[in-house]
């Protein structure tokens, strides 16, 4: 009679709605952190592990699934990709010219304190450019042992077309590969109630809510502008592109795909999860397996967004004059470069220096913007990521279901 209780709690759990296990694990997160804050902090290790595990498997999951997806396609079989990336550019140049009208709107202001940061930021565009190119061409093991999805991405596709003259045979063991993987990463995004639960005790114990009401109107300028681009402007391009309502799908990604991005606050850490919820939405896998992992690296309407407010701020802060015209330049390079985000926690933060040039924002200055950007990010950075990662799914689904 034992031997059959373990497997049947098991199967109710993995059976259970994830959504309400993973709020849960939030609850009980901020309760442990409210009680014992070292408590808290030592939860954080189920956090680590967890964030660690998805981004383990998900570079590898990436690359056997583009291969794969190559690899099968069949000549004159129809993908969307085009229509994925034209709203990709759509979506993220709005969402800077959203953040412009917000900022302007509600001008904020910046209390700047000085911060040591130990990586390097971009001095100009050419730089995160030319970054991107030469991660294209990185060594691919490097690629997958650094989670560099862009060089994955590269080697994966040129790989792919390789593989599409080979038999049938080894296409059909690259499935089965690809497919083993996925049954692994599903395995893994089972255990997000845990993962989450530790992320919230240590964001908690470690932060406190304290350190947010100093910089309360900053976050309600972002926030305020990413919840315009998630309720207003995506579900406008998604009914453009399917003429069907689209508040439906909208609310799906942004309860299956927001909420594990909001917590893990990496768009490479959701990939999986995101792959899970296009399979289940059954999307065209020859498009979803691309255009997720390419989304997690270029459909950055949420890093658009904190790289233009920032850099208004500052703008505010030290009194300098801009025109409309200016700021919606502005956008314009601020678009580009949250392409050359990294896809990790903070990734965007690292762009604003290159904004701040565009006022002749000494560099030092910029950095201190960098560190306030740092402090917010328990709520910035986790809004962005959701923001991101959701829509990486809502516009894939809707290129995949266009009018």
Request: charged share 10%.
């Amino acid at each position: 009679m034992a031997s059959s209780t373990t497997p049947t709690l098991f199967q109710r759990y993995m059976n259970s709605s994830l959504v309400l296990l993973i709020i849960l694990g939030i609850v009980c997160g901020v309760a442990l952190a409210s009680v014992s804050p070292s408590a808290g902090q030592t939860a954080g290790i189920l956090g680590a592990f967890f964030v660690k595990a998805l981004k383990g498997i998900a570079p590898i999951l990436v690359f056997l699934l583009v291969v794969a997806s190559i690899a099968n396609h069949k000549k004159n079989q129809q993908t969307f990709i085009k229509p994925v990336l034209v709203l990709y550019a759509a979506g993220t140049l709005i969402a800077a010219l959203t953040a412009v009208v917000f900022s302007f709107a509600f001008p904020t202001q910046l209390s700047l304190v000085s911060a040591e940061l130990g990586r390097a930021a971009p001095q100009g565009i050419g730089e995160v450019l030319g970054a991107l190119a030469f991660n294209m061409v990185d060594n691919p093991v490097n690629a997958l042992a650094k989670g560099n999805f862009i060089g994955i991405l590269a080697w994966a596709i040129v790989i792919g077309i390789g593989l599409r003259q080979s038999s049938d045979t080894t296409k059909v063991l690259l499935q089965n590969i690809a497919d083993s993987i996925t049954t692994v990463v599903g395995f893994v995004i089972r255990l997000a109630p845990f993962g989450i639960f530790g992320l919230v005790a240590n964001t908690v114990a470690t932060t406190g809510f304290d350190a947010l009401l100093g910089y309360s109107h900053l976050l309600m300028v972002l926030i305020g502008a990413m919840l315009f681009i998630a309720l207003v402007t995506n579900p406008l391009l998604v009914f453009l592109a399917t003429r069907k309502n689209p508040y439906p799908l909208v609310f799906k990604c942004l309860k299956e795909s927001g909420i594990t991005a909001f917590f893990t606050r990496s768009s490479a850490a959701n990939i999986p999860v995101n792959m899970s919820l296009c399979e289940r939405l059954e999307l065209d896998e020859d498009t979803y397996s691309v255009s997720i992992p390419l989304g997690a690296t270029i459909n950055m309407a949420g890093a658009a967004i904190t790289i233009t407010v920032l850099t208004l701020a500052a703008v505010n802060t030290l009194g300098i004059p801009v025109d409309f015209g200016t700021a919606v330049l502005l956008s314009i390079i601020a678009a580009v470069s949250a392409g050359g985000s990294s896809g990790v926690a903070g990734g965007s933060l690292l762009l604003i220096p290159l904004a701040c040039s565009l006022f002749s924002i000494p560099n030092d200055v910029a950095m201190q913007v960098v560190a306030v950007g740092f402090i917010i990010g328990v709520l910035q950075d986790s809004a962005e990521t959701a923001l991101n990662s959701s829509t990486d799914v809502l516009f894939t689904a809707a290129a995949c279901h266009k009018a």
